[in-house]
């Protein structure tokens, strides 16, 4: 990977014999990850109280901390995404786009 562009500038393959093991995902209704099962009697979020994701920290937490963003870049549930920067309220006009760009004629068509 490439320094600040994480671009790929190498791939190697690699021998057969020493492929870690896989791990397989499936896909699953959003509205699921907010009850989980956990254990045999009990249900679990994937969201913890504050409505971020354990263990889904990221770097610019350290660059953004000053903003007053509890855990910067952190994986939030939908809906719960930082809008307030030091009491500043962002990104929270739902016509915040229609208004900064205007449609072109092939729009009107």
Request: proline share 6%.
């Amino acid at each position: 990977m490439e320094s600040r562009t994480h671009f790929v500038q190498h791939l190697y393959p690699s021998p057969h014999e020493s492929q870690a093991e896989k791990t397989v995902y499936s896909l699953a209704d959003y509205n699921q990850l907010i009850s989980l099962p956990y254990s045999r009697d009990h249900r679990k979020s994937m969201f913890k109280q504050d409505s971020i994701v354990p263990e889904s920290e990221r770097l610019e937490r350290f660059i953004l901390w000053t903003t007053g963003v509890f855990s910067p870049g952190a994986m939030r549930q939908w809906g719960r995404h930082a809008v307030a920067f030091v009491g500043r309220r962002n990104f929270d006009d739902p016509f915040f786009m229609g208004r900064m760009f205007k449609g072109t004629d092939a729009d009107a068509k």
